[in-house]
T-cell receptor, first 117, second 115 residues
Framework: NAGVMQNPRHLVRRRGQEARLRCSPV?????VYWYRQLPEEGLKFMVY????????ESGMPKERFSAEFPKEGPSILRIQQVVRGDSAAYFC???????????????FGPGTRLTVT | AQTVTQSQPEMSVQEAETVTLSCTYD???????LFWYKQPPSRQMILVIR??????QNATENRFSVNFQKAAKSFSLKISDSQLGDTAMYFC????????????FGTGTSLTVIP
């Protein structure tokens, strides 16, 4: 019974490159959430997706960041033209459909630590 | 605005002793869920305990229990019989059902269990 899987676990990019972070939710979960954790801070919500739909992207920067959750395959968080301030841990979580999802049962992955040099 | 405050950046406790981590939050909603998550050095976020705001009874999970004071908007975590494996960052969080689905997290308390 695999949990949420994220890869890579560590990613190093030079300024200006693109970063692609992948998240495979728990089998059967159709809701995915991305969070960012800056050093010494708690997790901050970025985006909430269902299959093929972005439901809430209120926490995502307007430029350079995008997310998708295709019908097949993992969810992808994409950061274009990375800058040093993008260095953080990025966590993905998944949940089943409501009502369990609405009750807060989100399962977190181990995170991807992005370092921008 | 929804906020979560953890006023203790770092704490330590002797092995086998009891420690309490504090958390306060602010919301105008009446129905919500409260959580404590543990983040060990592996960085995996692990759910420790969960409380529904409409329940007056405090949640317990083995050595972990909460003191939920809804009027005071306080949600502290008590760890009894502390073990070395409890060393981690602990995050308090809450979620409002059906309004965006995101969690609101505090900044965390780093707990060290001393042998």
């Amino acid at each position: 019974n695999a949990g949420v899987m994220q890869n890579p676990r560590h990613l190093v990019r030079r300024r200006g490159q693109e970063a692609r972070l992948r998240c495979s939710p728990v089998k059967g979960h159709s809701h995915v959430y991305w969070y960012r954790q800056l050093p010494e801070e708690g997790l901050k919500f970025m985006v909430y997706l269902q299959k093929e739909n972005i439901i809430d992207e209120s926490g995502m920067p307007k430029e350079r960041f995008s997310a998708e959750f295709p019908k097949e395959g993992p969810s992808i968080l994409r950061i274009q033209q990375v800058v040093r301030g993008d260095s953080a841990a990025y966590f993905c979580a998944s949940s089943p459909q409501p009502p369990q999802g609405a009750m807060g049962k989100q399962y977190f992955g181990p995170g991807t630590r992005l370092t921008v040099t | 605005a929804q906020t979560v405050t953890q006023s203790q950046p770092e704490m330590s406790v002797q092995e086998a002793e009891t420690v309490t981590l504090s958390c306060t939050y602010d919301t105008s909603e009446n129905n919500y869920y409260l959580f404590w998550y543990k983040q060990p050095p592996s960085r995996q976020m692990i759910l420790v305990i969960r409380q529904e705001a409409y329940k007056q009874q405090n949640a317990t999970e083995n050595r972990f229990s909460v003191n939920f004071q809804k009027a005071a908007k306080s949600f502290s975590l008590k760890i009894s019989d502390s073990q070395l494996g409890d060393t981690a960052m602990y995050f308090c969080a809450f979620k409002i059902p059906d309004t965006g689905n995101q969690f609101y997290f505090g900044t965390g308390t780093s707990l060290t269990v001393i042998p």
